[in-house]
């Protein structure tokens, strides 16, 4: 990367960073939302455990994985609607004007996904070991787990910004979060899949890749270190990413044409 | 010269109904207000029926008619319940661009306006109800209770889609903004989630079923799974507290509606 280039992607990350974090209606929502949902699925879905072949005594171990994933979803949100707004408020057209390289926007605006996603994954796990999650991994297994958490929350955060670039509109990203719903409950969010019994429900799950994101987390949690679910779990996040940053880039070439 | 035209001045009934006639008009011509009513509820059931149902297999767990339907009560009564928000959405929306001040304006009788919204409210509820009934019939749901029963579980989700309509109302004509949605929204998303949605109470243990014990949902829930079951339980109740809820809403919506009338 030449020196010009990192500059841009310093100045922009730096600008990425400062607004995530000076809009607490933007990360307090992805911290607490998750964390509620953890709270009442955990308690309501505890007798779960009691099923045949449920791989761990604890429920709340179980479900952490899926704190994990919806605080990746909001990311899709953050990372697109701050872009929708700079293409609204005409700060793109702006930046369009510098000699300022694509990549660099790109880069740069992830910069905010990726400081949210350590910011979840911290407070996922700090938050659930008191609540009595337990990581079979050990001390690296966290560390681990909150590395697969913003690996996650970068990938997803592509998307939203295709998404901005795409429809320049910050409720069409808003209306996106609705969907990524939709593939996190029709996955092996609240049982394994072995245990989904309604044979059309375990065939979406089966072929959604959010099951194998959430396998990940759960393998860290429930198992121990398992190599090729962390692989498997790693790299559908490093496949997300380069569909969403490809995508990105296209549209963003295609916007800065218009504008 | 001939006397002065009078002008009639619309009653409770005309207001409602033009009311009324506007936001279902509003809410079947544009597909961004139809389809997430109607595709809500439908995920939310099959997620729940669907990926849960093993949970029916749990040591304790016993409902004759099965979990699909164990869960359609739960969707049915929250469809009902979100019904009612989205359309104090409808409401802030109005306020926003200004076309409530002119209902306001029109109306001699205002309180034709919430129940204009309500009627609209309810007919959003009974299109979403028939769609989500049919799919759960066509999905295999068992229904073990017989005919009063069943009108008893749609009356109870009539109850609540009304309550929800008001508590809306009341908030959207105080806020007067769409930004008011997350405060129309959170309270009934936090309260539904808090009863025994996965499981019967009886299951539930920890601080979920010490809240869940004294949340009034719990006891809607409770009553509606009973009637679809043709296991009547906690009936009186359930419909006591809809209906108070019922009018305790009515008195909030009332406030809210003297509050935007003072705004101007």
Redesign the interface.
Known sequence: MSDGLRAQVGQLARRSVLRTLRQPAQFVPALIFPL??L???S??????T??PDFPTDSYITFAVAVTFMQGALFSVMNSGTDLARDIETGFLNRLALTPLHGAALLTGLLAGSIVLGVIQGVVYLVVGVAGGVEVAAGVGGAVVLVLLSVAVTTAFGTIGMFAALRSGSGEAVQGLF?VFF?FL??SS???PLD????D??HAV?TINPVSYLLEAFRSLLIEGWNAGELALGFGIAAAIFAIGMTAAARSLKTRLVRT | MSAPRQTETPGFRAITGAVAWRSIHNFFGNPALLVPALIFPLFFFASFAGGLAAIGEVPGFEFSSGYTAFQFVFVLLQSAAFGGVFTGFGIARDFETGFARRYLLAAANRNGIIAGYGVAALVRAFFTWTVLTVIALVAGMQIGGEGIELVGLYGLAILVNIAATLWAAGVAMRVRSIQGGPLMQMPVFLILFVAPVYVPLDLLSGWIHAVASVNPVTALLEAGRGLISGDPTLIALAFAIAIALGFVFAWWSRGGLRSAEAAG
């Open positions: 509620f949902l709270a009442v699925n308690g309501g879905l505890k007798d779960a009691n099923l609705p939709v409950f029709l969010s609240s049982l245990l989904l019994t309604t059309w429900f799950a």
